[in-house]
């Protein structure tokens, strides 16, 4: 038997895998996020302007110069305004402002240490602390910190003279003000991570297709490619040997199979590339025959078509490719045997072949990208592919229930799955041939 070229596969270069986005970068959460810190610099605004008045008849400014009066309130206030705004990136950006810890103690210390100066005003600013507590903080925690922050609010009025509806105004000002506050910030942070979501998805997408591409070259272009290389190799020993007719014939199908790659490749490129068991049977005994290898193939391809269904029957087609370009490049066979039936509910699909420790080929075993793709197919239809070697003999074999939600539409109505004759052919099998 005449040698046969092998091609030997190149490992791909490694990639570095793709970043996922870090935060959502879309037009609308820039303008809510800029909304959101405009809304807590007016409150800030606002917490100001009513604490200013306040001052003014607390113990210390009767007797202090009136700039003082003006100065430690403005100062407390932008001070409670820049713990704000951290607090608020903590939020918002976690791991780029301060700890949550830090931020929320920065909080306590601006609502509740001012009022010993500033007066019960002040701890308006405690409904910011309250908002911060409720979304940052898990929510057992945070009621419990909630309640007691409302308490003591309340508490600090009465202590501080103030009647029962200063202090009822208070503790509802407390409540409406955190609540809104915490529903605003709760908005923006849920549409943050549905943007954030939205984005990983469309990476996914793309990494998803970007696996497709790869798959489909590999299998579509490997099984072309090797022929071409053994049709040329046989144009050239026709060519010193002087038969020109069959120097002519080679090079037609290495013709053909130039432009067969060419459609593949368009067809990949577009994604709605499907095979036909019939014609990848029919090519792996012609490419395998031109090798030298006898393959023998027992099916019926049109039988499983009708019965196992196309989405099943096109699985079937990828792994007899790939299983036929894995004989061609990686054992010096003399023999292959392609077996595919339907048995109890299961498509079984066997591709053995001699020859595979023979010295000077690359080893045939089930961890090559090719194989991988065929699992990933396989696996896709809820199937499973084993792969045995032995004795200088190896064996790829795949099995896909049929009974599968979404494969019923696909078989003909009134046939049980998996129906069969005797010895576990189809009705009317046979085989297609052998050489």
Not at 106 to 116: E, K, N
Not at 255 to 272: E, I, K, M, Q
Request: a positive charge; charged letters at 20%.
């Amino acid at each position: 038997m005449s040698a046969v070229p092998r091609v030997r596969a190149t490992p791909a270069p490694r990639t570095r895998p793709a970043e996922a986005p870090r935060s959502a970068s879309s037009v609308a959460v820039r303008r809510l996020t800029a909304f959101t810190y405009a809304v807590f610099l007016l409150v800030a605004l606002g917490l100001t302007v009513t604490v200013f008045p306040a001052a003014g008849d607390t113990p210390w400014a009767r007797s202090a110069p009136a700039w003082l009066v003006v100065a430690v309130p403005l100062v407390a206030a932008l001070v409670a305004a820049s713990v704000n705004v951290l607090a608020l990136r903590t939020a918002l950006h976690p791991g780029e402002g301060p700890p949550r810890t830090v931020a929320l103690l920065g909080l306590a210390l601006v609502a509740y240490v001012p009022s010993l100066l500033l007066g019960v005003d002040w701890l308006a600013w405690t409904a910011v602390l309250a908002c911060f507590l409720v979304v940052v903080l898990p929510l057992r925690v945070a009621a419990a910190l909630y309640v007691a922050g409302l308490l003591l609010q309340l508490g600090l009025w009465r202590l501080a003279g103030e009647d029962w509806r200063s202090t009822i105004f208070a503790g509802v000002s407390y409540v409406a003000t955190s609540f809104l506050l915490a529903v605003l910030l709760r908005a923006l942070t849920t549409y943050q991570e549905l943007e954030r979501a939205r984005a990983e998805l469309a990476l996914a997408e793309v990494l998803r297709e970007r696996v497709r591409v790869s798959r489909d070259l590999h299998d579509l272009l490997g099984r072309n490619l090797t022929a071409v290389s053994l049709k040329v190799e046989l144009a050239r020993r026709h060519q010193r040997a002087g038969r020109e007719d069959q120097l002519r014939t080679e090079l037609d199908e290495v013709l053909a199979l130039s432009h067969a790659a060419a459609t593949d490749l368009r067809a990949l490129v577009t994604g709605y590339r499907a095979l036909s068991l019939e014609s990848e049977l029919g090519a792996a005994r012609r490419l395998l025959g031109d090798a030298g290898i006898g393959c023998e193939v027992d099916a019926d391809p049109s039988a499983l078509t009708a019965e196992a269904g196309p989405e099943v029957s096109e699985v079937a087609a990828w792994v007899v490719r790939e299983a036929t370009t894995n004989v061609l490049k990686h054992a010096r066979a003399s023999a292959c045997r392609i077996s595919a039936h339907v048995v109890d509910g299961e498509l079984r699909l066997v591709v053995s072949n001699d020859g595979a420790d023979a010295a000077g080929v690359p080893a045939q075993t089930g961890n090559g990208s090719g194989l991988l793709g065929v699992r990933e197919r396989v696996r896709s239809v809820g199937g499973r592919v084993d792969v045995r070697s032995a004795a200088g003999t190896f064996e790829l074999s795949c099995t896909v229930p049929l009974a599968r939600p979404g494969l019923q539409d696909g078989r003909p109505t009134g046939r049980p799955a998996g129906g069969r004759t005797r010895g576990g052919r189809h009705p009317g099998g046979r085989k297609v041939g052998s050489r």
